[in-house]
């Protein structure tokens, strides 16, 4: 049953190629939140015109309006939504899990925007990147997730939670930045359960790079 947030309806202004919106638009959508979406014309500079900026004035997506309230950074808006609107399955237990998640945020702040989200941005919207030492991050973060995911079904342990929600897409898309995924089958694994948790929703899908 799709629920209803309190006062107005939460609106996403987002960009859906983009995996910093597609990872709070998959937390709503578990959550079973009723929201609309937005789009933000990136490529035509909606991101920095004056009302945008009065949402976020650094200008970028998501943006998260709840109400009165509007919130951006990615990260920031699940932790908000989880505890605004969340159940047990996002609950914290522990200092020790609410650490871990943390630096799971860290990661997907760090070396997955470095890595596999920069390389996917350079052959998608030809940004000038350093592609080769992108795709070098890439693989090192990827045989470090391969192998703690050889122990465990999900990032922080036996139930999917709010790390695997802000590193799912950038790691599941990392094809579409000529980072292939054959060598990390724990990784592969992690990301079949994720898109088989009821409710997911997809990130839609870019063309391969050539070659």
Known sequence: MVKESLGRPIRLHRFALSGHCHRVELLLS???LRFETID???EAGE???PPFLALNPFGEVPVLEDGALCLSDSNAILVYLAQR???ARFAVASPQLAAEQQR???VAAGPL???PAAARIHHLFKRPVDLGAAQARSHALFRVMNAHLNERAYLLGAELTLADVANYAYVAHAPEGGIA??????????????????RFVPMPKS?????
């Open 30 to 32: 578990l959550l079973e």
């Open 40 to 42: 933000v014309a990136l």
């Open 181 to 198: 995924l054959d060598e990390y089958p724990s990784l592969r694994r992690w990301i079949a359960r994720v898109e088989a948790t009821p």
């Open 85 to 87: 609107y969340g159940d």
């Open 47 to 49: 991101q920095k015109s």
């Open 207 to 211: 063309p391969l790079p050539a070659g």
């Open 104 to 106: 799971w945020f860290s």
């Open 113 to 115: 925007a470095s890595g």
